[in-house]
């Protein structure tokens, strides 16, 4: 096998014979972030289940694990991280993956995500999601590191395409088999970011609604829904506004073809308030009903 390449055929027919096992269907719901701690250990709000940022609560013995263990009693929740760097040339990093498999250990989250990119090389942090070239030798390389990441830490994961800003002229495939080819060659699954189908779409002018057709549905195992700016040029992916309606149309047709999946509001910069927030987590979930019928997740009572 080539670099990268540990895991043997017993790892790769594991996960593999895993994927037509659904990932589990929470609703709608938020990320968990600083700014309203203190309404949701007060008020327990009715939402569906909550997302942390992974890397937010791996070193920290203080409140924010606390609150999180907290959180975790009445709600699902998922770890989301943005410093797996799958894509990076540098090898994983040990100790990182330690402390991801001891937090998740501790919290037993519904589902681990991260991001299909690189974040640096050469041990230097760039502090951003870059994106890969699509070509084979990317595929070999990303499903490698992916097998030893779900062996270390005994569970699949999802990783998450990326909005991107520039392309590479030797990618010999669209974005959307890239990412279903990582995916069916390392048994992880697909977080699948609506919004940053949008943006690229955009930004390098191809049709979003192809994209969704080249997603085999029993890979998805999340959405993401956030909003962005238009910088006149070009879409910024910047979290920092609501879903524009050009995004939820995708979201209707994404649950039309694939059905229950867990979906979540992402808003990072310019957070509003709880409330704004739970709005939006509410049209998705009305959009669910609508396109569904029923309810998405059954939601916590209020103690």
């Known amino acids: 096998m080539g670099p990268g390449i540990f895991f043997n ?13 659904r990932w589990p269907s929470l609703g709608c719901g938020v990320g968990l972030r600083s700014e309203h701690y203190d309404l949701i250990t007060r008020d327990w709000p009715r939402m569906d289940w909550f997302e942390a940022i992974s890397e937010n609560f791996m070193d920290s013995g203080g409140r924010p694990l606390r609150i999180l263990e907290a959180v975790r009693r009445r709600y699902p929740v998922a770890l989301h991280g943005v410093s797996l760097s799958i894509g990076s040339s540098d090898p994983l990093d040990p100790r990182y993956l330690e402390r991801l498999k001891a937090l998740a250990d501790r919290i037993d989250p519904a589902i681990v995500s991260d991001h299909l990119c690189w974040t640096g090389v050469e041990g230097e ?42 392309t590479y002229r030797h990618s010999t495939m669209p974005e959307w088999e890239f990412l279903a080819a990582v995916a069916e060659r390392s048994g992880c699954g697909i977080l699948l970011d609506l919004n940053n189908v949008y943006v690229n779409a955009y930004n390098h002018q191809f049709d979003p609604l192809e994209y969704l057709r080249g997603i085999p549905g029993e890979l998805v195992g999340q959405f993401h829904l956030a909003g962005h700016t238009d910088m006149g ?26 059905g229950p999946v867990t979906t979540l509001i992402e808003w990072d910069e310019d957070i509003p308030p709880f409330a704004r927030l739970a ?3 509410d049209r998705a979930r009305a959009i669910y009903v609508q396109v569904l019928g029923g309810q998405p997740a059954e939601t916590p009572a209020r103690p």
């Open 125 to 166: 942090q760039l502090h951003d999601l870059l994106p890969l070239p699509f070509t084979e030798e990317a595929v070999r390389h990303v499903a490698g590191r992916v097998g030893e990441v779900q062996e270390r830490l005994g569970r699949r994961i999802l990783l998450e395409n990326v909005s991107a800003y520039v």
């Open 233 to 258: 040029g070009y879409l910024f992916d910047t979290h920092s506004r609501p879903v524009i309606d050009e995004v939820w149309a995708l979201y209707r047709e994404a649950l039309t073809r694939w």
């Open 9 to 21: 055929q017993r790892t790769i027919e594991k996960y593999t014979r895993s994927h037509f096992s």
């Open 279 to 281: 709005e939006e987590a």
